[in-house]
């Protein structure tokens, strides 16, 4: 019996020591590893304009298409000096700018290089243009701050006069450090988001309508983690996350505050 005591002593022991070692493990684990929130962060700075995302790269090709349909009425790109030339159908442009600033407890400073290929139609107008973008720079809000660099390749189209609203196809893409200030995570990510007929009005350019999906990928101190999810795009400003097998997300495209449901 007393061998029989001390063998139940011995093993009760013994599954103590495993369930907490285990516990104790998953514990350290979930320090470090990013969950869906935290990707729903990150997702919110590459859409948002306070952060450079997508809807500030919208904003200035529309802006610049906008422009270019207008030729015809007076106005004119690539304006130097007292002299101003006209971008012809079937050439490409290329332009820079510093975008920096503070909005909405987010400061951010990018570089950005863009060329635009125009395409005319039957008739000789405007019909659309194909836009490249390169930018690199940093942003810091209440919960990320980052350090990236990235790249798009959109189409915009709807120049025409007779077209209710301008329509973007492409890709956008960011990757770098990301530092999550909430939960104090360190880790770097890509993002790649896709857009399908992204509406934005005319002549407000604001984005009313269409559909992405995205991808976020990456790597921590413990490992590598991966998110995929699609957007949809609202008609106020804001846009739905819902990550495959996570959360779905309103997020305030421009201020990046993001909303769990």
């Known amino acids: 019996m007393k061998t029989l005591k001390l ?3 011995t093993i009760a022991l013994a599954l103590f020591c495993v369930f907490s070692c285990k516990k104790d493990s998953s514990t350290s684990s979930s ?16 859409l948002s304009e306070n952060s450079n995302g997508l809807a500030s790269v919208t904003d200035d090709i529309s802006s610049n298409a906008a422009v270019v349909a207008s030729i015809g009425s007076g106005q004119t790109i690539n304006s130097a000096g007292v002299t101003s030339e006209h971008q012809a ?18 400061t951010w400073n990018y570089f950005r ?3 635009h290929t125009l395409n005319c139609n039957a008739s000789n107008q405007p019909d659309n243009i194909v836009n490249t973008l390169v930018y690199s720079g940093n942003y810091s809000g209440p919960r990320i701050s980052s350090n990236n660099s990235g790249t798009a390749n959109v189409t915009i189209a709807g120049l025409t006069t007779n077209a209710t609203n301008y329509v973007l196809n492409g890709e956008y893409k960011r990757t770098g450090s990301f530092t999550n200030k909430v939960s104090n995570k360190a880790f770097s990510s890509n993002i790649d988001i896709v857009g399908t007929n992204i509406l934005l009005s005319k002549p407000g350019r604001k984005i009313i309508g269409g559909t992405a999906t995205i991808s976020i990928s990456g790597t921590t101190p413990k490992g590598t983690f991966s998110y995929t999810g699609t957007i949809t795009f609202n008609a106020d400003s804001t846009a739905t996350l819902v990550i495959t097998g996570g959360g779905t997300y309103t997020i305030d495209l421009h201020t990046g505050f993001k909303v769990k449901h």
């Open 31 to 46: 320090a470090t590893t990013v969950t869906t929130d935290d990707a729903a962060d990150v997702a919110a700075g590459a």
């Open 7 to 9: 063998s139940t002593i």
């Open 113 to 115: 290089k863009y060329t």
């Open 89 to 106: 159908c079937g050439t490409t442009v290329a332009d820079s700018a510093s975008n920096s600033g503070s909005a909405d407890s987010v």
